[in-house]
């Protein structure tokens, strides 16, 4: 089976851009979680979606949005790029929603967001 | 709002030794899971714990969730150098929201 899959694994953008990143979950996982990881950070949670819902939002500014289809593909939009948004940004397939009782996740190689 | 405490941040140890990582929740805990990135990598899930004072086994990895389900450890016997990496845990709150911990860095000194 192959994994999550995340596109493009780097990206360059300037301050005011807007940036769109890419998440194909594991077949059958039907739950999508964004992450954004920053040095010496731990894992901030965006935001989950579950059969093209959004789940869960973590505390992040409205700048950031996701959204995702019926073929459980997701996707990360954030706008009006700034400095502080350079990270990697993670996303993780799970069978069923994040809120079920038993629910691993699965991670992909992450898209390394760079921002100047 | 909730919050799993992870300790230490960091730790440092020559080959051979041990190693232990403890998460600790303010509020009890469903279930907790383990995952570890290594550098450069993506996290990887190791481990899911459900009951009170579980205790699992992997190789040299122990994993320990405690009896009143609010926190819990990850012990490696004899580390080695594929142990390098950030170990982090995850536990999930009464409402099955998934609250992270900050890592725990295993570095081995040369």
């Known amino acids: 089976k192959a994994g999550v899959t995340q596109t493009p694994r780097y990206l360059i953008k300037t301050r005011g851009q807007q940036v769109t990143l890419s998440c194909s979950p594991i077949?059958?996982?039907?739950?999508v979680s964004w992450y954004q990881q920053t040095p010496g950070q731990g894992l901030q949670f965006l935001f989950e979606y579950f059969s093209e819902t959004q789940r869960n939002k973590g505390n992040f500014p409205g700048r950031f949005s996701g959204r995702q289809f019926s073929n459980s593909r997701s996707e990360m939009n954030v706008s009006t790029l700034e400095l502080g948004d350079s990270a990697l940004y993670l996303c993780?397939?799970?069978?069923?929603?994040?809120?079920?009782?038993?629910?691993?996740?699965?991670f992909g190689n992450g898209t390394r967001l760079t921002v100047t | 709002g909730q919050q799993v405490m992870q300790i230490p941040q960091y730790q440092h140890v020559q080959e051979g030794e041990d190693f232990t990582t403890y998460c600790n929740s303010s509020t009890t805990l469903s279930n907790i899971q383990w995952y570890k990135q290594r550098p450069g990598g993506h996290p990887v899930f190791l481990i899911q714990?459900?009951?009170s004072g579980e205790v699992k086994k992997q190789k040299r990895l122990t994993f320990q969730f405690g009896e009143a389900k609010k926190n819990s450890s990850l012990h490696i016997t004899a580390t080695q150098t594929t142990d390098v990496g950030t170990y982090f845990c995850?536990?999930?709150?009464?409402?099955?929201?998934?609250?992270w911990g900050a890592g725990t860095k295993l570095i081995i000194k040369p």
């Open positions: 077949s059958g996982h039907r739950s």
């Open positions: 993780a397939s799970s069978l069923v929603s994040v809120s079920s009782y038993n629910s691993p996740l699965h």
């Open positions: 714990l459900v009951k």
């Open positions: 995850a536990g999930k709150d009464s409402n099955y929201q998934l609250i």
